[in-house]
């Protein structure tokens, strides 16, 4: 039964994304099309050079009602929120609850929204976790293709509400290079499916995060200090002990990404796209 329901809720994200031309996103533009007349190229010239604060300053000048930000309130997830919110204050910071987060972020979430003023704003997946697990079971179980099945639902589909209806054109993440392989590739700009990334850390050590936190006096996730340095869901987080390989901190090891950062071009892929 299980397997069945599952089948048909693939073939039901195949179709979505067939009808629409979307992943997790609004679709894409054609290469080379204005759309705003800001042209990537020059900009991601600038912005290398440029500060992590200029950075979110020019995001924000140019997408000054459209940008939105997200945040898993994970182990660093205090800088970036901190460093965008004082430029604009009622930036919406977009979170995806999956109803399986450490009740320690929970806390943290509640912490960070009282003491910076967020305007937060939570989306869920269409189904809870029960009646998910009720129909196909522990995803997070049931190797690679449970693990992205489960993304599907709880990370992408639901940011791919909240562009909608937030009307974002700009997103605001908080990745880094040193995070992963993947991420390694990334830039201060990137493009998925016509929607702007821009990434102010994206260059930032952890010793820049360090240093943010201790002389703005904001906290790290609660559970950074028992050795979790990837924080998402409990069941596919873990912590790391010395000697351990980064990789294996998220979903048992298969994979390190939960698919909202995957399929990201850069500007040189997108040629003379101009968005």
């Not at 979505?16 to 533009?29: M, N």
């Not at 009740?103 to 910076?116: A, G, M, W």
């Amino acid at each position: 039964m299980a397997t069945a329901t599952k089948k048909r809720a693939k073939k039901k994200v195949a179709a979505r994304k067939g009808a629409s031309g979307r992943g997790a996103v609004a679709a894409a533009p054609v290469p080379g099309k204005k759309r705003g007349g800001i042209a990537l190229l020059p900009a991601l010239q600038t912005l290398t050079r440029a500060t992590a604060e200029e950075r979110i300053a020019w995001g924000l000048r140019h997408f000054p009602t459209s940008t939105v930000l997200t945040s898993s309130f994970g182990a660093q997830s205090a800088v970036l929120l901190h460093m965008a919110t004082r430029q604009r204050p009622d930036l919406p910071v977009v979170l995806l609850d999956t109803g399986y987060l450490f009740p320690e972020t929970y806390k943290f979430i509640d912490e960070l929204t009282e003491r910076l003023s967020l305007n937060l704003k939570v989306y869920r997946p269409l189904l809870s976790a029960s009646w998910q697990e009720a129909r196909y079971g522990k995803l997070w179980e049931q190797g690679l293709e449970g693990i992205n099945l489960y993304n599907q639902m709880n990370k992408l589909e639901p940011m791919d509400r909240a562009v909608r209806e937030l009307k974002a054109k700009a997103w605001i993440s908080g990745v880094r290079r040193g995070q992963s392989e993947h991420r390694d590739k990334m830039e201060v700009l990137g493009v998925k499916n016509g929607l702007l990334r821009l990434h102010p850390l994206i260059d930032w050590t952890d010793k820049h995060i360090f240093d943010y936190l201790t002389a703005h006096n904001l906290p790290y996730h609660p559970l950074w200090s028992e050795g979790y340095t990837s924080i998402g869901d409990w069941h596919t987080s873990r912590r790391l002990t010395d000697g351990d390989d980064p990789s294996l901190a998220r979903f048992h090891g298969l994979k390190r990404e939960c698919g909202l950062h995957e399929e990201t071009k850069t500007v040189a892929e997108t040629g003379d796209f101009v968005i």
